[in-house]
């Protein structure tokens, strides 16, 4: 049995979105596999090389999923060809690859549902309180319009259709902080000056809603725009570095229609350029020794397609 999940990218709102506002996200083509073999007990396969940290917030999260999955017998292998720690969301990606093994290893309905319910139970283990983004869009495969009302256990999304082809390259910048350590960070100074920040999350969550509308419509130039300033509200709120804002002046020489911090940022992570075709840009970054890598999104070619 082999299942797989996609790793995401933030299009526009992260951060607010943890406060109930809208955020767009999507799956990229670069995942996490896992593979289940017969086995005595239900057990992981835990990966070589991370940190014990990792390898204990693993095991906790594997075993709270394999008891609430009724603990098939089944030993879990995972694979991943996408970047860890980087805004990628990697732990989402593994949850819901995972959850989806689990439920078939122990004959239970792999509907999204069900992933969505056992891979959240994996994401709390690892992130505390996640606003659900991460492992939402992992697991309906979409680019959706999401958004959790503060407190509710769940979050609502959208399906965005776009007309056009809608590609994005991604850049790594860099290790960067935990996402916990930068989002309890941005919570202190939420506290310390509410008012000002709660402008800023508002202004990111009506321009994730603008930016939305212009999926809709397919105009890029739109979603572009809408990602420059996501952007320089991110950087208001304390959250870029003079390497991020480096190489996504980088990005946008190199043609980029709009450029951010995808995920958690706060210094080094993964950066988002928005391109018609991004094959040159890739090129042209690789040639420079930055690591990059192409993923379409939406619209016609898309992962949407590929589900129906
Ligand atoms: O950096 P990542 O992939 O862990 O994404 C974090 C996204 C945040 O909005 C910062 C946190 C959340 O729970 O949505």
């Not at 840009?281 to 992962?303: E, K, M, V, W, Y």
Request: net charge positive; glycine share 12%; aromatic share 4%.
């Amino acid at each position: 049995m082999t299942a797989f999940g996609p790793g995401k990218v933030i299009l526009l709102g992260e951060h607010a979105v943890v406060y109930g506002y809208a955020a767009v996200a999507g799956p990229l083509s670069q995942g996490m596999t896992a593979r289940a073999k017969p086995a005595d007990r239900c057990e992981l396969k835990v990966p070589k090389g991370i940190s014990k940290h990792h390898r204990q917030a693993l095991q906790r999260a594997f075993e709270r999923a394999a008891q609430n999955a009724g603990a098939p017998c089944v030993k879990v292998e995972l694979q991943s060809d996408l970047p860890l720690s980087m805004g990628l969301g990697s732990s989402a990606a593994l949850s819901v690859a995972v959850a989806k093994v689990l439920l078939e290893a122990a004959d239970r309905a792999v509907t999204p549902k069900n992933v969505l319910a056992l891979a959240a139970e994996m994401e709390q283990e690892f992130h505390g309180t996640p606003s659900g983004v991460d492992h939402t869009t992992s697991a309906r495969n979409e680019l959706l319009l999401f958004r959790r009302k503060p407190g509710a256990p769940n979050g609502t999304a959208k399906v965005l259709e776009c007309p056009k082809p809608l590609h994005v390259l991604v850049a790594l910048c860099g290790e960067r902080p935990p996402t916990r350590a930068t989002v309890s960070g941005l919570r202190e100074r939420r506290e310390r000056w509410p008012r000002r920040y709660e402008r800023l999350f508002t202004e990111i969550g009506r321009v994730a809603e603008e930016g939305a509308e212009a999926i809709r419509e397919g105009d890029l130039e739109a979603l572009g725009d809408a990602m420059n300033v996501n952007q320089g509200l991110l950087a208001a709120l304390g959250l870029s570095s003079p390497a991020i804002e480096g190489l996504l002046a980088t990005l946008r020489r190199a043609g980029a229609l709009g450029a951010k911090l995808t995920g958690a940022g706060g210094d080094g992570g993964a950066l988002i350029g928005l391109f018609r075709d991004p094959r040159a840009a890739a090129r042209a970054l690789a040639r420079q020794n930055i690591h990059c890598f192409t993923s379409q999104l939406a619209g016609p070619g898309g992962p949407q397609e590929a589900n129906r």
